[in-house]
């Protein structure tokens, strides 16, 4: 993965958020559960020449407003958009922004990835892809996620559940590739709404949710590989101390078409040198999200929920993000969902992963 490298180690505290405390409300609000979708974030695409346009993931009844990523700018039914045959459509003369084609794959492009079949595929890191989206509430039909909903099993993750519960001491971490860091998040880029990444907005959520007393850190860096997750297991994971480890990686093992048994060995001795030192730890092992289709970063990453799920035992669980992200594709683009067009999640796709994870951390009842 060519993005910037980084190494996050961080607390997260309660003011440090205290001016998201809405936006984490909302966007933590379970997409399977509720008649209302919040932010849904589209890219307006003009191809050959037409109006630009995007659909949604469900059918709305009532689209209640289209906004900029930052949600600070709305704009109006029927002056800049409408509603048609099931997709969003910019009006002329819309303030709203919009790409063409041409220019997600054109051949003048200075930063790009080379595209399958020949040509290229834009690429961009920072904040281009989020201030290129819009983000639509609308009301839904309940019910109408068809993909994976967690199910909350206390057995799955006894020593965590119990500590949640009773407000013992948690120390969480997280360690993988740069989905993990936080790459493209509009907190990270420091662009409105300013989102976090999704392992402190699952942190944050558990914090308000049980009151207890929650450690986290984020040991994850752009770029690396299972491979390197196990080298360097001992300064990364250990020397914390963690009760419970979420284990990221996989993105960047696919793009290089690791074998699906060897990220399974790289994945299973990092939990068995993690349990050497503490027999009680417990993990979360996350299926990656997919790469763009057309990019060559596209290997063996959908091969690797299936060793994971092989992995699953007393004190582990795993979480299918890829199963999520490709239900998500047969209903939107990957523009829409993509901080970088290549391989790293925006807002509305963080959400989901927070969302996943949370729900096997917390009852759906919350």
Known sequence: MRSLLWLTVMLVSL???AQHDDLIDISLKPFWKSKIMYNESVMMVS???KQPESRLLFKPRRILSVRNSGLDTVYKEH???EYKDGRIVLLPGSKAVFMTDSQLNAD???????????GRVLHQEGDFFHQHQLAVTYKHRRNEWKGLIPVFKPDALPVTIDALRNKKPVRILLYGDSIAAGANSSGRAGADPKLPDWGTLVVEKLKRHYQGNINFTNTAVGGKTSKWGLETIKENVIAHSPDLVILAFGMNDGTGKLDPQ?????ISGMISQVRESNKNAEFILIATMLPNPESLFEGTQPEFAKVLDELVAPGITMVDMS????????????QDMTGNNINHPNDFLIRWYAQEILGVLIDQGY
Do not use: I, M, Q
């Open 262 to 266: 060897k990220f399974k060995d790289n």
């Open 323 to 334: 199963a999520v992200h490709r239900e998500l594709l047969k209903h939107k683009s990957y």
């Open 15 to 17: 003011p440090a958020l």
């Open 47 to 49: 191809k050959d020449g």
């Open 108 to 118: 003048s492009a200075k930063k790009f990835f080379p595209k399958k079949g020949g």
């Open 79 to 81: 002056v800049d958009w």
